[in-house]
């Protein structure tokens, strides 16, 4: 069998290399973007020939690339071909003037995040993010991903979702990331209630202690996932009259911008 992207010349079908691939790709997270072949190994429980194969077919084709002290990290190539995603091209790069306008009319980090995920293991996706040297410290960043329950543009998110969605949704457990984080069920129901009644979703340092979010979900874009925008700011400068104001006129404003395909 002649070699593919991803093809393999050992007899291994098209299928399990790319299941293997996606397995080794998988190995890196924000908090460990380099890893040596030994630490992927013990990841994906692959046989270092197998590997070692493996690793030289993602760097040909940029993958992959070799950083300092003999360690991998992901290529290029991703990186391009992610950018081809209607999520960069027809969501991020059309929004981007509406992210900063909302972030120069409050100084405040500002999200766009997307629902990512059947009910069972949903997230928010974070596409697009603002944020300056006045804005205050989160966990969020661009392509990364976090709890729906506990941030506002999640929140948001799960407030736009019909009651079949939410019950296996609930069906799962919630992670506390503070003291302050919603998990009880019934509790997190109202507060899905108070959102669409408002119009807009509150976190109150459910995700990080001192900070408050305020979020409004857009009408749903045919293409494009569910789609939320969110403000963080420090509990010290919420005013939630301005803010959620704000959040919408700009909602509004990224709505009519990505409507059309």
């Not at 999520?87 to 992210?99: D, K, Q, V």
């Not at 928010?124 to 006045?134: I, N, T």
Request: proline share 6%; aromatic share 4%; hydrophobic share 40%.
């Amino acid at each position: 069998m002649s070699e593919g992207v991803l093809g393999g010349t050992d007899g291994s079908s098209p299928q399990g290399v790319l299941e293997r691939a996606l397995g080794v790709l998988g190995c890196f997270t924000e908090d460990e973007p380099e890893l040596t072949a030994a630490e992927i190994g013990l990841r994906t429980d692959l046989a270092p020939s197998t590997l070692h194969r493996l690793l030289g077919t993602l760097l040909r084709h940029g993958l992959l690339v070799r950083v300092p002290d003999r360690r991998y990290a992901v290529g290029p190539r991703l990186w391009e071909f992610g950018e081809l995603s209607p999520l960069a091209l027809r969501l991020r790069e059309r929004t981007i003037p509406h992210l900063m306008r909302l972030y120069e009319a409050t100084g405040e980090n500002v999200h766009l995040g997307v629902l990512d995920g059947g009910p069972e293991g949903a997230t928010v996706l974070y596409v697009g993010r603002v944020s300056g040297r006045r804005s205050i410290p989160t966990v969020s960043r661009s392509g990364g991903r976090g709890p729906l329950h506990a941030t506002g543009v999640g929140k948001a998110l799960l407030a736009s979702r019909d009651e079949e969605w939410l019950a296996r949704f609930f069906a799962r457990p919630l992670e506390r990331e503070t003291v302050h984080t919603i998990v009880d069920e019934a509790e997190l129901r109202e507060e899905l209630r108070l959102t669409l009644a408002r119009g807009y979703a509150l976190t109150r340092e459910e995700m990080t202690l001192g900070n408050i979010s305020v979020a409004a979900a857009l009408p749903s874009v045919p293409g494009l996932p569910p789609i939320a925008l969110g403000l963080v700011v420090h509990i010290d400068r919420f005013d939630e009259r301005l803010l959620a104001r704000l959040v919408h006129q700009s909602a509004r404003e990224i709505f009519a911008e990505v409507r059309e395909p």
